[in-house]
């Protein structure tokens, strides 16, 4: 089990990290207008459900590395949403 958790930590990291310059970009220059408001909204939802998921089945990696892509997309939401 240690391995296929440490698999999940590495693969949820790597997914937080391509959030970073997005979100980084975003919070600097406070512009989103370049970015798709469809495709946050689809994403936090889909991130919403991984986490349930991951609660649902007890898998600590998926449910805490999704947690943190919520955390960094549901700001680049709010970003879109407040720059509008």
Known sequence: ???ID?????AGT?????????????????STK????SRY???V??????ITYAILIKNGPVAI??????ILAGSILYLKLKYK
Do not use: E
């Open 1 to 3: 089990m240690f391995f």
């Open 6 to 10: 440490i698999l999940g930590y590495l």
């Open 14 to 30: 790597l997914v937080v990290i391509s959030l970073l310059p997005q979100t980084i970009k975003s919070w600097k220059t406070k």
């Open 34 to 37: 370049d970015l798709s408001l």
């Open 41 to 43: 909204i689809i994403y």
């Open 45 to 50: 939802a889909g991130l919403i459900l991984w």
């Open 65 to 70: 590395m999704n947690g943190i892509g919520l």
